[in-house]
């Protein structure tokens, strides 16, 4: 599995590890839902799953289960601030549309 995340996200991603110790890593996946098909998902992983990867990324524990796997594939996660906002930003090669505001994604 091949997922790069920038400096930029890496340090915002251990950030949030800090705060939470027990936490088993940062899960990274997508969900079904918005007007393209799916959205990301960028959460703590309180836990290991059956079914979940565990990657290293540059020190990170990335944790991606099986049914995002080849939707996520190849992805490059940014963490980018724009004024007030600040968020991820992803990359996909897989993704072959997104909706106007950004919020989802579809593959073909």
């Known amino acids: 599995m091949t997922i790069t995340i920038t400096p930029a996200a890496n340090e915002r991603m251990r950030h949030f590890l800090a705060g939470t110790p027990t936490a088993a890593g940062v899960r990274f996946g997508v969900k079904r839902t918005g007007c393209s098909g799916f959205a990301y998902v960028v ?5 290991i799953g059956e079914g979940d990867q565990v990657v290293d990324v540059d020190g990170l524990p990335l944790i991606v289960n099986d049914k995002s796997l ?23 090669p897989n993704a072959t549309g997104e ?9 073909s």
């Not at 959460?43 to 836990?47: N, P, R, Y």
Request: with cysteine.
């Open 43 to 47: 959460d703590l992983a309180e836990s």
């Open 70 to 92: 080849a939707l996520v594939e190849g992805t490059v996660i940014d963490f980018q601030r724009q004024g007030l906002n600040a968020s991820f930003v992803f990359h996909n």
């Open 99 to 107: 909706c106007g505001c950004g919020e989802s994604f579809t593959v």
